[in-house]
Every structure is written in structure tokens, then in C-alpha cells.
């Protein structure tokens, strides 16, 4: 079945250390994204790509790092200089198309925490 | 103004109970809204695209009124299963290609 796949589903991280989150998608979607979520909070984003090996910072990039080498692949790096990791990490692929914008396809998230 | 806003809730309904939500959103020149539904620590998940005035689908029904910028949800006869929080997903002002401003959401809790 087509889709989007975030591993882990929870990953801890220690203080000072660098952790990669990653996102694999086989829908052949052009669009990818990054959005952290706090609890009781909307989703923010960290990152986007609307094609391979190139991307954008979204709204609260700061600290964390992405790559997009294959269509279907954008990990997410969060650094040892973004402070407050702890959140609900969701991953989004979309068809690029204008003007009717393509709704987004989540994976089902990764949860980081701080050790 | 923000890109979107909706009214967080929480909305307590009954069983069987008809109930709307409301979003307004800034971006006058969007052709594209949406709503998801998003269950307690779970992925946002996709329940209508809205491309013009509005879209049902069974009990659930989007209404878009450009003139005073505001998309709305309506569920009818309500399912103990419809308990989630549900967001209001716009693109935002500019030419900012694919991106999507998502509202916090609207918590709902159908009882039985």
C-alpha cells in the first residue's frame, strides 16, 4: 500500500547529542514537509521541499537540519541547538499543483523526548 | 491577522446531535481549504477538500462563504466515533508554493 513512513516511533535524546528523524514516502509526491506539535498546540512548520535537493525553511527551523537527496526520502535532523525537542514530530508529502492546492498525506509521527 | 483562526471548543454534544464548526481565514484570493480530523496523539488525517461554495460527503458537509471569509463543518447526527479534534487547513497569503496553514482545531466530544 502507498504511503508515508516515520521511524522511530519514539526516540529519546540526550543532552548535546545530534538525532535524525526519518521520512520515507512511495506516494511519487513531488512535496514534502516537516511540522513539530506541541500539546494542545497546531502544527508549526520546521521545514519543506517542493522538489529533490532542494528545500525552505518554514517557521521555526532554527535548530534543526533536512536533507533531500531521493524523492522519497526527507529526514529531519533535530540538533543539540534546538533546546526544547520535546514534541510530536509529523512528517507530510502532497502533489504539487496550483492553483487548486493538493491537500497533504501525514506519516503517523514520531515522538522525541529529552533524557 | 492570523492566516487561519477557529473557535477551540471544547463542543460536548450527544449522540445524534447536530453540530458546526466555524473557521475564518485572511488568504481572500484561496480556491483550496480542507479539514482533517486529528484523534488524541495520532496524525492529522484528511475528511474534506473544499474547492468551491462547498462538499458533502454522508453526515459531514463544508460550507465555504468567500464573501465573509469563513469555512464551516457541519456533522450531523453525530457518532460516539466522531470524538476528535478537528482542524481547518488553508494555504496562506503569497505564492509560497504547497504550503498549508493549519488552525489549532476544534475539540469535540460526542457522549453517549
Known amino acids: 500500500d502507498g504511503g508515508i513512513t516515520q521511524s522511530p516511533k519514539y526516540l529519546f535524546r540526550k543532552e548535546g547529542q545530534n538525532v535524525t528523524l526519518s521520512c520515507e514516502q512511495n506516494?511519487?509526491?513531488?512535496?514534502m514537509y516537516w511540522y513539530r506539535q506541541d500539546p494542545g498546540q497546531g502544527l508549526r512548520l520546521i521545514y519543506y521541499?517542493?522538489?529533490?535537493?532542494?528545500?525552505q525553511k518554514g517557521d521555526i527551523a532554527e535548530g534543526y537540519s533536512v536533507s533531500r537527496e531521493k524523492k522519497e526520502s526527507f529526514p529531519l535532523t533535530v540538533t543539540s541547538a534546538q533546546k526544547n525537542p520535546t514534541a510530536f514530530y509529523l512528517c507530510?508529502?502532497?502533489?504539487?499543483?496550483?492553483?487548486?492546492?493538493?491537500?497533504?498525506?501525514f506519516g503517523d509521527g514520531t515522538r522525541l523526548s529529552i533524557l | 491577522r492570523k492566516e487561519v483562526e477557529q473557535d477551540p471548543g471544547p463542543f460536548n454534544v450527544p449522540e445524534g446531535a447536530t453540530v458546526a464548526f466555524n473557521c475564518t481565514y485572511s488568504?481572500?484570493?484561496?480556491?483550496?481549504f480542507f479539514w482533517y480530523r486529528q484523534d488524541c496523539r495520532k496524525e492529522p488525517k484528511l475528511l474534506m477538500s473544499?474547492?468551491?461554495s462547498g462538499n458533502e460527503d454522508g453526515r459531514f458537509t463544508a460550507q465555504l462563504n468567500r464573501a465573509s471569509q469563513y469555512i464551516s463543518l457541519l456533522i450531523r447526527d453525530s457518532k460516539l466515533s466522531d470524538s476528535a479534534t478537528y482542524l481547518c487547513?488553508?494555504?496562506?497569503?503569497?505564492?509560497?508554493?504547497?504550503?498549508?496553514?493549519f488552525g489549532r482545531g476544534t475539540q469535540l466530544t460526542v457522549w453517549p
Open positions: 488568504n481572500s484570493a484561496s480556491q483550496s
Open positions: 521541499s517542493q522538489i529533490v535537493n532542494d528545500f
Open positions: 473544499v474547492y468551491s
Open positions: 507530510a508529502s502532497s502533489i504539487n499543483q496550483e492553483p487548486r492546492r493538493q491537500p497533504q498525506h
Open positions: 506516494l511519487n509526491h513531488d512535496a
Open positions: 487547513v488553508v494555504p496562506p497569503r503569497g505564492s509560497t508554493l504547497g504550503r498549508l496553514y
